[in-house]
């Protein structure tokens, strides 16, 4: 599954109606969590009852019923895959038989811990329906009844060399510098090479991000490094303004975007074929 990602540029109206469908997310999750919880001594719950549960809520309330109806399944799968990620089922048991054991005595690898209620969603995912993509590409419409409307796209045109049926899931994500829209396309990424019959040695460490056996050396960009002193510094900052007030938001805001600034960074490309 590859997944390409755009910027979004759209109106102060549109952007409430996208916090507006985040939040009706993770008020979803946050249900079918709580209905595992009630529902699990008796250890009937699965993958399917909160997608059938996601389906009263939508008859229950209107705002969820406003979202779309993978949109809410997409909620309820969140849910469940923050259980299944704690328990696992037993081997040779059925879907069906509720029956689970616990990541950590089986020791699978991972984060491991009792499922949360999210407090910060930030994002909304669609499958095959609820979004509409343009001819040119360029724009995107969300065709639920949250209001989000028609968006416009921003970034690289990889979109454009896919048809639209490969596209499985559509999110719309919150990040500190503004909104994006990722798309989820299934795509073959295995390619047929044909031996050369040259052999080469590739060895990752700290000194240089990689050398190979012919000599030559790619140096460790250290963006994490670099920027280490300012994200800390802008981090005790939050800390020097009282919980819930103004100031203290607006560094978090800061602060969020000079770590999304280093993951952003990517080393040069030309630096590296000249290497």
Known sequence: MLVLEYK?????KQYQAIEEAIRTTQFIRNKCLRYWINSKKENKINKFTLNKYSTILRNEFKFVKNLNSMAVQSAAERAW?????FFA???GQSTLSGELRDNCKSGKPGKKGFPRFQKDNRSVEYKTSGWKLHKTKRRITITDKKGIGELKLMGNW???TYPVKSIKRVR???????YYCQ???DVDSSKQLEPTGNQVGLDVGLEFFYSDSNGSHVENPRFLRKAEKDIKRSQRRIYKHKK?????HKSRRIYARKQLKVSH???SVPSLLRE
């Open 81 to 85: 895959f923050a259980i299944s990620t």
């Open 158 to 160: 990889d979109v454009h």
């Open 244 to 248: 819930g007030s103004n100031k203290r």
């Open 172 to 178: 719309l994500v919150r990040r500190a510098d503004g």
């Open 89 to 91: 089922k037993s081997a």
């Open 8 to 12: 979004i540029v759209a109106s102060k």
């Open 183 to 185: 798309f989820a396309v």
């Open 265 to 267: 960074t990517q080393p």
